[in-house]
């Protein structure tokens, strides 16, 4: 049996490696015309992690990125709503990792291309369509940068991991339309900087105005490492204004930037400063797409953000998608036919990540600070006296339990 990939992204090439160590073969197409690394900070949780660090991971990651070590929700004013520990501070085997998403995708390419070959991966090729029959898929694919001609490629499964504009995803849903957009913009950056804390911590700030993120994602060097942010604001109607470009390369200018990022304060940390010293400042809607009834038609199936684009909330979009892939290549080694494969994959999955893109879109664990920002507007004196510590708890770690990795110890009781 051969498994045919669209899209070397990180649900791709993490399926790609699960199925090569289960003794599939795998080729995989990539619309792009070389792998590169794009992007700024993501995190990724416990439960995906363990997934990478059975694939012989965890070194290369712990070369690149940052074993994170709390995440503190504050206001927009810097007070602190809820302090909880991270990874295997707060009793996982295994760590969470803030890291950079391209250095993250270029671990997972150079194991793909060390174990399964250079040949595996085949760039500059988009999915334009597919046929299937009683025996396997045929695939075509277009050359997405030279404008030469098609190519074909036949197996017996076909797994559309080519994003939210997936295009095995249009074919079964023609009419869904655009994504989903409610008016919220991420201005991200990432930018050399001194250690701030102690290096491994993170901070949400914000309210129901919008958010502040930051986060180291690279290891300290001489007292600096590569911090990234992220601004969200909700500056449009999306009833009367589309959304920008959803891609990696759009720039926004400092100026239309910098008064938002200065609505925020995080103890410790010059915002407007950081901001200023981002060498480049990138834009992206915050969309998601609504859950699907069925991803999987015969041999054909969707992965990661082709089946459940969410919004970045809660750590949970790579998460998912390396989720997504454990699964899969599990059903593909002991199902007696792919379809039957393919349809308890969905089965499983296709639940568990609708309840985490309907979660995301009222705020995931971030919510907590819209909570406490309904009740007192004005900041607090005692965070009791707003709201209660089993009543913060029961957000976050609720949302911990629904995704699937609830185990949270809290650093301090907030007050």
């Not at 010059?270 to 400042?281: C, E, H, Q, Y």
């Not at 998460?319 to 499983?348: F, G, N, T, V």
Request: aromatic share 8%.
């Amino acid at each position: 049996m051969t498994v045919l990939i669209a899209g070397a992204g990180i649900g791709g090439l993490t399926t790609a490696l699960m199925l090569h160590a289960r003794g599939i073969p795998v080729r995989i197409y990539e619309a792009a015309r070389e792998v590169r690394e794009v992007g700024v900070g993501i995190n990724v949780l416990p439960h995906a992690i363990k997934e990478l660090s059975e694939l012989g991971l965890l070194e290369a990651l712990d070369a690149v990125g940052v074993r994170t070590r709390k995440l503190s929700y504050l206001t927009k004013s810097g007070q602190e709503v809820w302090t909880e520990l991270r990874g295997m501070h707060a009793g996982h085997d295994v760590p969470q990792f803030s890291i950079h998403r391209g250095r993250l995708q270029k671990v997972i390419y150079d194991a793909v291309v060390e174990r399964l070959g250079p040949d595996a991966i085949r760039t500059g090729r988009r999915l334009a369509g597919f046929i299937q029959d009683e025996a396997g898929v045929t695939a075509h694919f277009t050359d997405s940068v030279e404008g030469g001609p098609a190519m074909s490629d036949r197996g017996e499964v076909l797994i559309c991991a080519d994003g939210i504009h997936s295009a095995g995803r249009r074919h079964f849903y023609p009419d869904e339309g655009a994504p989903s957009w409610q008016g919220v913009v991420m201005w991200r950056g990432a930018t050399n900087w001194p250690v701030w804390e102690d290096g491994e911590s993170m901070a949400i700030g914000g309210g129901l105005g919008g958010k502040f993120v930051l986060y180291p994602i690279a290891p300290a060097v001489k007292g600096r490492q590569l911090m990234n942010w992220v601004v969200n604001v909700r500056i449009k109607d999306p009833a009367i204004s589309t959304p920008p470009p959803d891609n990696w390369s759009r720039q926004a200018p400092l100026s239309e930037v910098l008064p938002h990022a200065l609505r925020f304060h995080v103890p410790g940390m010059d915002i407007g400063a950081l901001v200023k010293a981002t060498p480049a400042i990138y834009e992206y809607p915050m969309a998601d797409r609504d859950p699907l009834p069925r991803w999987t038609f015969g041999r054909v199936t969707l992965l990661g953000d082709a089946a459940h684009p969410m919004y970045p909330v809660g750590s949970n979009g790579a998460s998912q998608a390396i989720l997504d892939a454990r699964c899969l290549a599990d059903w593909m080694a002991k199902a007696e036919h792919p379809r039957a494969a393919l349809w308890q994959y969905e089965k499983d999955r296709l639940p568990k990540t609708a309840e985490v893109v309907r979660t995301n879109r009222v705020g995931g664990p971030e919510r907590v600070i819209d909570e406490v920002e309904k009740l007192a507007p004005a900041g607090f004196k005692k965070i009791e006296q707003v709201l209660s510590f089993d009543d913060r708890k029961a957000i976050v770690g609720g949302y911990a339990n629904m995704a699937g990795f609830s185990r949270v110890k809290t650093v301090r009781r907030a007050s």
